[in-house]
């Protein structure tokens, strides 16, 4: 079985920054994609950026300039430093992974943390 735990959430004031992690541990053989999603009150989840293992990235238009994701494969975490945060960022924040396991090697699942709060609010 493979967990992946987020850390780093919490109360920031606009024009702030937050550094959120997402470590996977477990059975991993080898993890392909890593991303971060949000999910606001009342709005659908919505993916923030993303990242491959060759280190190639995406980042929704909303955040671009202000958001930067990197990963540390030897660690199998994913990072996601925020910066310039505003109010509309506020959400609960969650990550995933695209993994191959020792239980089913021959395919990949995709697996979800429990998910951070940020709330931004002066």
């Known amino acids: 079985q493979v967990q992946l735990v987020e850390s780093g959430g919490g109360l920031v004031q606009p024009g702030g920054s937050l550094r959120l992690s997402c470590a996977a541990s477990g059975s991993i053989l080898d993890i392909s994609a890593m991303g971060w999603y949000r999910q606001a009150p009342g709005k659908q989840r919505e993916l923030v950026a993303s990242?491959?293992?060759?280190?190639?990235?995406n980042y929704a238009d909303s955040v671009k300039g202000r958001f930067t994701i990197s990963r540390d494969n030897a660690k199998n975490t994913v990072y996601l430093q925020m910066n310039s945060l505003k109010p509309e960022d506020t959400a609960i924040y969650s990550c995933?992974?695209?993994?191959?396991?020792?239980?089913?090697?021959?395919?990949?699942?995709?697996?979800w943390g429990k998910g951070t709060l940020v709330t931004v609010s002066s």
């Open positions: 990242i491959i293992s060759g280190s190639s990235t």
């Open positions: 995933n992974a695209d993994v191959r396991d020792f239980v089913t090697p021959g395919r990949r699942k995709f697996y």
